[in-house]
């Protein structure tokens, strides 16, 4: 029977449990947030400064049903400067990014402004105050998931990340968690 999993991925944390790579070595995996059982894997990834929801699984079935079938995933994004609602509606309509050297057009998606920052857990690492100039929060809300999408979404329109947090993947959120955080998901959530 397989097992599923909700996790608050802390910034500084390597979406996988098990790393090859020698440049890796002092990288932290998503072993060290607890105990998970054998063959659990991360549906989706979250860079190494992101945080926020990931669902890990057993189930590479339900891991591909996450990951490629247009499930809505929404992130609060923490950006830099007083975003506009010209950048809102170029992130709405799409935007040219480039992935790899390839130019790629994202898919139009759901975009606001947060008037009130969300409650979120503080950051483990700090990310600069009030002296560096004015911040503001959106949420995009994506079906696809290229590499590093909505950071250089926010950039394209003038506006750079400087904290994203994904905050929902379908109809599981990470609500009051705290990073760190696991919680088991039961057969009815599924």
Known sequence: MHQHFK??????FLSQFVSNESRRKNKKLLGE????PEGSMAAGRL????EGLLIITTSGKFSYQITSTGIEKEYYVQVDGLI????????Q???????????YSTLPCQAKHLTTPP???????????????PTSWISITLTEGKFRQVKKM??????????LVRYRVGNFTIGEMKAGEVQPINKNEL
């Open 84 to 91: 506009t609602s010209a950048a809102i509606k170029q992130l």
């Open 47 to 50: 860079d190494f400064d992101s």
């Open 33 to 36: 947030i607890g105990y998970f």
């Open 93 to 103: 309509s799409g935007v040219k990014i480039s992935i790899n050297g390839q130019h």
């Open 119 to 133: 409650t979120l857990p503080k950051r483990a690492k700090k990310i600069r105050d009030e002296r560096h100039g």
């Open 7 to 12: 996790l608050f991925k802390p910034y500084g």
């Open 154 to 163: 926010t950039a394209v329109v003038g506006f750079p990340t400087l904290r």
